[in-house]
């Protein structure tokens, strides 16, 4: 029994990994990860160019990856990113909102929000940032075995899952279900299985100095969280971009945060 239980946890593992990307392990998320505790919006608005992110199966061939942070006129941080594909050079481009996890507006932890319906947020935390430079950002949601077309009681007793979509009914494909902090108290603790990563590197030149791209590595390493995941993104042979110039302070003092909290998740 033991043998087996082994087997199926790295057949599973193998399959996330597949799935979601390189960072991926066993149990919940590390709960052990500093953040920037003074973080400041107003001065992290702008362009940030990507440099590094942990590898994704469903971002494949991007390049050029661009970033923009806007605060809109209700105080509503807009996201729009914008990537081409390195096979057919095409552009695309998704929006989406970055709100405050919580109540302190002072605190690294974001949620943020894509423009889709269906969509309930992703952790967006903000490991360190000097705002005109880098800023190095990494997120971590559970994965939960939660049935498959063989298995739909995988819980036991009294859990309600959610329907298996027809195309995992006929690819008999794992069925999976994401789950955000404020859900997972009412899910079977041994139901959580699989926790995986996403980082990026994010800076304000589109070709950062070395020194520059270390210290924003610097900031994985200081919360064990894995350097060797992260992949080049290209930007180099990318159309140059206007250099971001820093924002005057008395143009940072003359905003305010009034508005934000209304937009707290």
């Not at 702008?46 to 992110?53: H, N």
């Not at 959610?162 to 139901?191: L, N, Q």
Request: net charge negative.
């Amino acid at each position: 029994m033991l043998v087996k239980c082994i087997l199926v946890t790295c057949v599973l593992g193998l399959a996330l990994e597949s799935a979601y990307g390189q960072s991926v392990g066993l149990g919940k998320c590390p709960e052990t990860i500093k953040v920037v505790n003074d973080f400041d919006m107003l001065k992290y608005l702008g362009t940030w160019f990507e440099q590094f992110r942990y590898f994704t199966v469903f971002q494949p061939g991007r390049k050029c990856t661009v970033t923009n942070y806007n605060r809109m006129d209700d105080g509503t941080i807009e996201v729009s990113t914008n990537q081409q594909n390195r096979w057919i050079n095409n552009d695309s481009t998704v929006n989406g909102t970055l709100k405050f996890a919580g109540t302190n507006l002072t605190e690294g932890k974001m949620t943020l929000f894509m423009n889709s319906a269906a969509d309930k947020g992703a952790p967006y935390w903000i490991l360190g940032t000097d705002y005109n430079t880098y800023a190095s950002i990494w997120a971590c949601q559970e994965v939960l075995r939660v049935n498959t077309p063989d298995n739909p009681n995988h819980h036991g007793p009294g859990y309600q899952p959610k329907p298996v979509p027809e195309h995992y009914k006929r690819t008999r494909i794992i069925w999976i279900e994401i789950f955000s902090s404020d859900e997972r108290s009412d899910v079977p603790p041994e139901a959580q299985l699989y926790h995986y990563e996403y980082g990026w590197i994010l800076t304000r030149e589109q070709v950062p100095s070395e020194a520059t791209l270390e210290k924003a590595k610097e900031e994985f390493k200081k919360n064990n969280l894995s350097v060797r995941a992260l992949t080049k993104t290209e930007q180099a042979s990318c159309v140059k971009a206007a250099r971001y110039e820093a924002p005057e302070a008395a143009d940072i003092l003359s905003e305010d945060y009034s508005n934000i909290p209304d937009q707290q998740v």
